[in-house]
């Protein structure tokens, strides 16, 4: 069964930076991509950053250029997704799935359409205080 657990959320100042982890069961990175995602209050969910199952590839939205860094270790089966400079903005809930469309390359994940990823862990809550 495949499984993911997400942590390292906290409260942050401008500025300050923060490192979340998603842990994967059942499954190995470089059989699958995983997205990080996220969802302020009352807004849709948005992609932030992907990595590519066959070489770890990254590959960001615009929330993410220059700030944020996502990285993978095979050894522990984890995602990492290191966040920089952070903003009220980047308040949310972050959430960490699979890439389940076949049709992608094994080189390339998107991160336009949240409906693409599934097993969703349940989150961890980033909030960048003001």
């Known amino acids: 069964q495949l499984r993911l657990v997400e942590s390292g959320g906290d409260l942050v100042q401008p500025g300050g930076s923060l490192k979340l982890s998603c842990v994967a069961s059942?499954?190995?990175?470089?059989?699958?991509?995983i997205g990080w995602f996220r969802q302020a209050p009352g807004k849709e969910r948005e992609g932030v950053a992907c990595i590519a199952s066959a070489d770890g590839s990254p590959y960001y939205t615009n929330i993410a250029k220059g700030r944020f860094d996502i990285s993978r270790d095979l050894g522990t089966n984890t995602v990492f997704l290191q966040m920089n400079n952070l903003t009220p903005d980047d308040t949310g809930t972050y959430y960490c799935g699979v890439l389940i469309r076949t049709y992608y390359s094994a080189y390339f994940c998107p991160l336009s359409l949240p409906k693409e990823y599934a097993h969703w862990g349940h989150g961890t809550q980033v909030t960048g205080s003001s």
């Open positions: 059942g499954f190995n990175l470089y059989e699958k991509a």
